[in-house]
């Protein structure tokens, strides 16, 4: 099926529906041939945060909230590293890409070259990789044998609607903070806070599509420039850990130019539409999705058209 809560199924159903699933494509992935390791972990990195934000959902009526929480953040945290490593050299492409008329790639070649360095560094370690790999498979068979246990208290609009309130009114808060403060780590929590946001609009949508799906789409746009603009913070950062490796003085300037110039433009649009897509005060969200689902599955006609078939896993 989907990432999606159905109407044919109750809440608690549908939760361990969608963490059995989201777990199996983990294990599929593991074994696949068809991915390399980076693409691997970043698929199984993403997976755990799907279910993180599944039960973050729920959490005011699961009681082993803390605990599964806690066991998939762990898991992913182990293999963040073997991810990081490309992550950056993504960041850095996309960077250089977006100002291509206006520098010389060439000038920054030294500096991916270290870029590269260091991720070949992390991979050659073959050893390690596979045992991170394995671990984190091992986890995941672990996770699937407990979901049957998962018990939520309530199962109607009352079971989504308190989770939902929480992230999106952690989303409004961080937003705020950010434009306080507009340091590093509050950027970071508010990019945190939108994308769980995201996945509860994305796991709420059949209940009401023609209205969730568009605003669905314009949260994932907001989620989209935080990221953009956390992974530059990231590679900046790591940069200047040890920027003898990478360069000199003057061309890592030169980089440092560009990369504060690009999040400062991402910072101004993430804040533009903020604005539009964290405007309602959190009570009223939770009343209305409250009333969606609820009314959703009580009553004989759908709300809008059907969903479209669902194309992301």
């Known amino acids: 099926m989907s990432f999606r809560i159905e109407r044919t199924e109750s809440v608690q159903a549908a939760i361990r529906r969608i963490a059995t699933e989201q777990i199996d494509k983990a294990i599929a992935e593991i074994d696949s041939d068809d991915l390399d390791r ?89 050893e390690r990789i596979d045992r991170l790999i394995a671990a984190f498979r091992d986890q995941m068979a672990i996770g699937r044998n407990a979901i049957t246990t998962w018990k939520l208290r309530a199962d109607d609009g009352g079971a989504v609607a308190g989770g939902t309130r929480k992230t999106y009114r952690r989303a409004c808060k961080a937003m705020g903070n950010a434009a306080a403060e507009p340091t590093t780590a509050a950027f970071h929590e508010w990019r ?12 709420l949508t059949r209940c009401w599509p023609k209205l969730i799906e568009p605003w669905s789409k314009e949260v994932k ?40 110039r690009r999040r400062a433009e991402l910072r101004a649009k993430a804040f ?38 669902d194309v992301e896993n």
């Open 272 to 309: 533009r539409l903020g604005r539009f897509v964290l405007f309602e005060p959190p009570d009223h969200m939770k009343r209305r999705i409250r009333s969606y689902v609820d009314s959703w599955r009580s009553s004989a006609d759908e709300l809008g058209a059907p969903a479209p078939v």
């Open 38 to 126: 980076h693409e691997t972990v970043h698929q199984i990195r993403k997976r755990c945060k799907k279910l993180r934000a599944l039960v973050r959902l729920v959490r005011p009526v699961f009681p082993d909230y803390g605990e599964v929480n806690g066991f998939y953040r762990d898991a992913a945290r182990e293999v963040s590293d073997l991810r990081d490593a490309q992550a950056v050299i993504e960041t850095f492409d996309d960077l250089i890409a977006r100002f291509d008329s206006v520098v010389d790639a060439e000038r920054f070649a030294s500096i991916r070259a270290g870029l590269v360095s260091r991720r070949e560094r992390i991979d050659a370690d073959d």
């Open 192 to 203: 945190k806070r939108v994308k769980y946001h995201w996945y509860h609009a994305r796991l």
């Open 221 to 260: 746009k907001l989620s989209d420039q935080l990221g953009d603009e956390h992974d530059l913070a990231v590679l900046h950062g790591l940069l200047l850990e040890d920027p003898e490796r990478f360069s000199d003085e003057e061309t890592l300037q030169a980089l440092f130019g560009l990369i504060e």
